[in-house]
């Protein structure tokens, strides 16, 4: 033996070319580490569902013949980090060469590039996983520039070919989003089917996280819903399949609180799979079509479509986004957003339904679906003026998919705005108006969503009237935004005053809302 090859946490790629030979002078190395544990604060069920899916893939390179060597916390506690910890293997193995794939997360890639053991050649590998090749971001991205999602989407389209017919997109349209974006009736919400959830034990790698005093945020599960092998992953995607697909791009935005599945809807719940790359987003695609292409009586494309643009447009593009523009993009705050981040983010203890109902599911499953991070908990935030470096904390901490490279273009370019308009071209701003439209937690809110000023007036309306007041300069001549604007202007000067007053009110006790 004389390679070390590191596989990470998020890297756990059967069908890498790695794998394709036993090879005996290679002993593939996947560590619980401290570093990983500690760099945020992060949900429970998240440490669980990486190190649970860790040791499943050890053990499955292990029956294939691998070498394997799988340290717990307990093993690779008396090393301070990484790299020290790789010196030692090394050292204890007489081994001479590292490898290890190319890190999505801009933390680990400076880590391992910077990697000088001596004695101990390193190279980086290919993870295999992203359609996109990394070579080809420059070719996509400038850095600080916008780039329009929807036209890389359709280079990707044509590129890969998918959803084409010849040069032109299936259906004579790139994008069916017109036709989606319902709210949910009541006679829909018998039909939404309850998630399919696994019950796998990782009672001790909990008790591994209280012996370590690993700080988590969350609620704590001897039996982990997430999937945590490619089996499991694979039933997940048959499972969306067969019951959500036909429904997902339809009630895509939709929120309920009247659901037995209100904290999942139609949505796949495949994200910690595909980032832990146990499924590949071209295998998710194609496995999606031809269900599809199969059952085209039942399913419309319109629902299809709306799902491939997730993967295939949107999850490439913040990658796209992140490394063009990172390390800068992490400390973008380009509307000078400063207040800390509320108590009731941690607890879900505040009388905003809305807010309550998504922080709480997170709380819970360690999940809330896309329209919950953007318009109840990022808007909220947005509208509140938060520190995105907190914004970002939260939602880096608290997701079982969050990683830095996909969360942070969602939350401090998309939600937040603070990349000056990378990613968005126009705030995700909305009042109270929008959230009872697609949703019904306004019906039992102790809020009243019709009022701007009132005591009972829901917080949402005045903080967005306030933000947009506030940020005249930035957004005032920002054409998406001139309805807005003229809209602000046709009230009269005491009402604006008023709302103005009442949100300043708001903004001064944000943590008793
Ligand atoms: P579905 O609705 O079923 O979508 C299918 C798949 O499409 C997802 O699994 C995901 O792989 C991909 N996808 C959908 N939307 C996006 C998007 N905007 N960016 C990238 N991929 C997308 N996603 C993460 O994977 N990790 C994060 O840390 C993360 N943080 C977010 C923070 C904010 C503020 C917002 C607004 C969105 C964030 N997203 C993040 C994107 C999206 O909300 C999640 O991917 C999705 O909710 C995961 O649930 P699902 O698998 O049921 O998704
Ligand atoms: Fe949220 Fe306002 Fe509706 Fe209450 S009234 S649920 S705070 S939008």
Redesign the pocket.
Known sequence: THTLRLILGDQLNASHSWFKHVDPTVVYVIAELKQETAYVKHHVQKVCAFFAAMAQFADALAHCGHQVMYLTLDETQPFSDLPTLLEHICTQHQLNTIEYQQPDEYRLAKQLSELSLPGIKSTCHDSEHFLLPFDDIKREFTANKHVKMEFFYRRMRKRFNVLMQDDEPLGGQWNFDQQNRENLKKADLNDIPSPLLFANDVSNIISRLERHHVATIGKAENQLLWPVNRRQSRQLLDF?CHH?LIR?GRF?DAMTENSQADW?L??????????AKILS?GE?INKVISHWQANQTEISLTQVEG?VR??LG??E???GIYWINMPGYATQNALQAQRPLPGYFWTANTKMNCMHHAIKQSLDFA?????????V??CFSLLAGINPDE?DQW??GI?I????W??????RG???FADGGIVATKP?AASGNYLNKMGDYCKSCHYNVKLKTEANACPFNSLYWHFIQRHQQHFGRNPRMTMVYKNWQKMNADTQQAIIHKAEVLLADLDNL
């Open positions: 969306f959500l997902f895509q999942s139609y949505h796949s719940r495949l994200s910690f799979a595909i980032n987003p998710v799902f997730q993967i949107w999850r593009y913040v990658r999940y809330a679906h896309h329209i919950q991070r953007l318009m908990t990022g914004v939602y880096l997701y998919d969050a990683i830095e996909v969360e942070m273009p969602n939350t998309m939600t937040q995700y």
